[in-house]
């Protein structure tokens, strides 16, 4: 063994709830749909962890824990929206990022972790957490197993039973491959092949198997990683803070004021033809051959790539521009300040574009989401904005922050609802829509698309495809399954 193990008494409790955990997920989730069953299952991870941490660490609120804490609201909203919302790409984004901030939550609480959260090397330790500790800890009951046989029985027959054991899980793998190859080689061995399992047990057996190895599985992860986690181990750290070394500074202020001065010219430039041309609607003035649509839709991708490269060049001109004249690097403060600002104008150059393009040709999912990432990249730069004046700012940490708060926000704009409102506006202004695009959101949208069930144009056509829309749900029989969203979709069509 490369690891300690704790006292018995300690690690019974701790396989217990693992094991309930894992009979948990299996009424939970097998064969059903999501539902509420996800926010429930993490509140049972939740009662598990803090069960065990208060045995083990003495987990208690402190304020440097202030953050981890805090995790707790995002975490159960995103797994929340899997009972609220019916939107299939936000429900596959929260399955994999709502055991992320699970994780990193419950590492930071037992202080499981060398480096500071909002840094590249955190995200390290999360992965080493899972992929090494949790595996490698999995282990712990087959050994304390393997332990109470061996002292119970004969040291001779014990090494022979391992042997045989041993040869046996060799032996499976070679075993199904000569057996597929066998079967299409000849097909009567194959049909009395097929034929073998069938004779020995019915398919009902077979899922209970499967079903049994699903929890065993689940089980031991939830065992080991909170093992991990909480029990005894050479890669337990304390949360000192982390003694970083001063960067070399490698550019020089001169060099930045003159990149930074050219810069904001052809900015300031382009800030005053975007106001007389794109704002100030200046249709007449435009080129030839060109219409003002067409000028207002131009553009947009630029746009937004111009930004990124302005935020990759504000970012790396904070960090690394060189300190040692304090007059050349106030100048170079007012210079990325003024390239913020005008930075922040392309977005809303950006946005705008995208808002006339949306009323000309109707809203989406990529349209509305290209929106709410303009919107975010306006917020790093005002946070950016204030790491300019304020050396002692962390812009890593505030970021992380503000990710996090941006992406449960998103979550709970309901993009569908968002959509179908301004496309059914847009149809009431204009007389265009697209009923089969509107009929392809997800439920959360089918109580506002219901509202054009008394258009004489339109109406009958999308009565027909949500109706087929609302056949295609599954009855949900099952209470785990249940979702607001589809329910109400049904109860509005019924």
């Known amino acids: ?18 094991l309930v955990i894992g009979l948990i997920g299996d009424y939970l989730f097998y064969g059903k749909d999501f539902g509420i069953s996800y926010p429930l299952f993490v509140l049972c991870l939740y009662g598990l962890f803090f069960w065990q941490a208060r045995e083990r660490i003495h987990l208690r609120f402190s304020q440097d824990q202030a953050f981890a804490w805090l995790l707790t609201l995002p975490t159960f909203l995103l797994a929340l929206t899997f009972f609220l919302y019916d939107n299939l790409f936000f429900h596959l984004l929260n399955f994999m990022i709502v055991p992320f901030l699970l994780v990193a939550q419950t590492m930071l609480l037992s202080r499981r972790y060398k480096r500071e959260w909002h840094s590249f090397g955190f995200f390290g330790e999360i992965v080493e957490m899972v992929m090494y500790h949790t595996l490698r800890h999995t282990r712990i009951p087959f050994v304390l ?71 065993g599985s689940v089980a031991l992860v939830s065992f080991g990683y909170l093992y991990s986690s ?45 106001i007389s041309y794109l704002f100030g609607g200046a249709q007449t003035a435009l080129p030839d051959g060109m219409t003002y649509a067409e000028y207002a839709k131009k553009g947009f991708n630029e746009l937004v790539v111009v930004t990124i490269i302005n935020f990759i060049l504000l ?61 975010f990249l306006f917020v790093l730069f005002a946070i950016a904005l204030l790491r300019i004046w304020r050396s002692g700012f962390s812009l890593p940490k505030y970021y992380g922050i503000a990710a996090i708060a ?29 009923t089969e695009y509107l ?27 949500i109706r087929e829309k609302v056949e295609d749900l599954e009855e949900e029989s099952d209470w785990q399954s249940f979702n607001l969203a589809r329910s109400r979709a049904q109860a509005y069509v019924e």
């Open 230 to 274: 909480l029990g005894p181990g050479q890669h337990d750290v304390a949360a000192a803070p982390v003694i970083r070394e001063e960067k070399k500074i490698a550019w020089d202020g001169v060099i930045v004021v003159t990149i930074l001065t050219i810069i904001n010219v052809v900015y300031a430039a382009f800030t005053v033809i975007q």
């Open 439 to 465: 009929a392809g959101l997800s439920s959360d949208a089918v109580p506002v698309i219901m509202t054009l069930a008394q258009d004489k144009s339109v109406g009958e056509s999308v009565m027909q495809q």
């Open 145 to 215: 197993l393997s332990r109470r046989i061996r002292s119970r029985v004969d040291g001779t027959k014990y090494r022979m039973a391992k042997k045989v054991l041993t040869g046996i899980g060799i032996s499976l793998p070679l075993l199904l491959v000569v057996l597929t190859l066998l079967s299409q080689a000849d097909g009567v061995f194959g049909h009395f092949l097929e034929e073998i399992p069938r004779m020995l047990f019915d398919w009902d057996s077979a899922e209970a198997l499967f079903r049994l190895v699903l929890i």
């Open 1 to 18: 063994m490369d690891f300690q193990i704790e006292r018995k008494p300690s690690l019974r409790w701790l396989f217990i709830g693992s």
């Open 406 to 434: 941006a992406y449960v926000i998103v979550n709970y704009l309901n993009i569908d609802v968002v959509i179908a409102e301004n496309n059914i506006q847009r149809y009431h202004e204009t007389g265009e829509i697209d």
């Open 315 to 375: 970012v790396s001109s904070m960090y690394l521009v060189s300190r040692e004249k304090p007059l050349t690097y106030r100048i170079v403060q007012v210079l990325l300040s003024l390239l913020t600002v005008c930075t922040s104008f392309m977005l809303y150059s950006a946005y705008f574009r995208l808002s006339l393009y949306q009323e000309a040709y109707g809203y989406t999912y990529s349209r509305l989401l290209a929106h709410a990432f303009m919107v």
